[in-house]
């Protein structure tokens, strides 16, 4: 499967397969991977469609084959409850995910929030050790779901990524008869002080929708949309998304995974 690149800078590409791409450093970055899905798939399974799962698989392989990366960098879990395991079936799953992430010997970095609760028997045979923050080139990578400051970054000319917070915007369609039609898009979003990625899982949206209003002057944002396509987002021109569709809970079920990249 193949995805458009986007050039941020001569030394970061935006995949649309939910990727960050590193070219001089030969490093590709993926937030909440979520594979490890065996045992929460057979107990969810209106909410993790075995459709959405052989997609995750696509794209990876499709990611790993086209930038044969030399490291790999994880932010977030691998499954959920990373540090237990539930089954035989799950441990398989993670078996096969590690040795496709680690071939060709590849280096592999997990960045999660509280490495102390990442580490358990998922992990164990791995040789990876989770990471609170990891430092990539010019960039420092991290997962924190809720932050709004982020440190200073050194150097300068650097910034933060971070995995934790799923940007989601709103954005106004022209209806069959001039009304305004919204549809939901997971994005990559600069602030200015960090790039916060998409989830590499399209069921791990946001629970809010951005508000660009609310946005530094400097933000830029791309989203990804249908057939993993990504475009820019004119957010000074984006108008403020109705109360109704600022978060996920309160979206008509019809319109939900239209915008999410299929």
């Known amino acids: 499967m193949k995805g458009m690149l986007t050039p941020f800078s001569d030394d970061l590409h935006l995949d649309s397969r939910r990727a960050v791409w590193?070219?001089?450093?030969g490093t590709l970055i993926l937030a909440d991977l979520f594979l490890g899905l065996g045992a929460a798939r057979r107990k969810r399974p209106d909410q993790i469609p075995s459709g959405q799962h052989n997609d995750l698989w696509e794209r990876l392989l499709g990611l790993l084959a086209d930038h044969q990366p030399r490291r790999v960098?994880?932010?977030g879990d691998v499954k959920p409850n990373q540090g237990n395991l539930e089954d035989r079936e799950e441990v398989e799953e993670?078996?096969?995910?590690f040795r496709k992430l680690t071939g060709k010997g590849r280096e592999v970095v997990q960045v999660v929030g509280h490495p102390e609760r990442s580490w358990g028997p998922a992990l164990e045979g791995t040789g990876i050790q989770p990471l609170e923050t990891y430092r990539a080139g010019l960039w420092t990578c991290m997962h924190r779901r809720r932050i709004f400051v982020y440190p200073r970054h050194d150097?300068?000319?650097g910034f933060w990524i971070n995995?934790?917070?799923h940007p989601l915007f709103a954005v106004p369609t022209p209806g069959p008869a001039g009304e305004p039609e919204w549809l939901r898009y997971p994005a990559f979003l600069y602030t200015g002080f960090a790039l916060v990625m998409p989830p590499f899982v399209s069921?791990?949206?946001g629970w809010e929708v951005m508000?660009?209003?609310r946005l530094p002057r400097q933000a830029r944002a791309w989203g990804i949309l249908g057939d993993h396509r990504i475009q820019p987002l004119d957010l000074p021109s984006l108008p403020p998304a109705p109360e109704e569709l600022r978060t996920l809970n309160r979206i008509r079920?019809?319109?939900e995974g239209r915008p999410e990249g299929g």
Not at 22 to 25: I, S
Not at 94 to 97: G, H, P
């Open 22 to 25: 590193l070219p001089r450093a």
């Open 73 to 75: 960098i994880l932010l």
């Open 94 to 97: 993670l078996r096969m995910l």
């Open 155 to 157: 150097p300068p000319q």
């Open 163 to 165: 995995g934790g917070l």
């Open 203 to 205: 069921y791990a949206q």
């Open 211 to 213: 508000q660009a209003e």
């Open 253 to 255: 079920k019809k319109r």
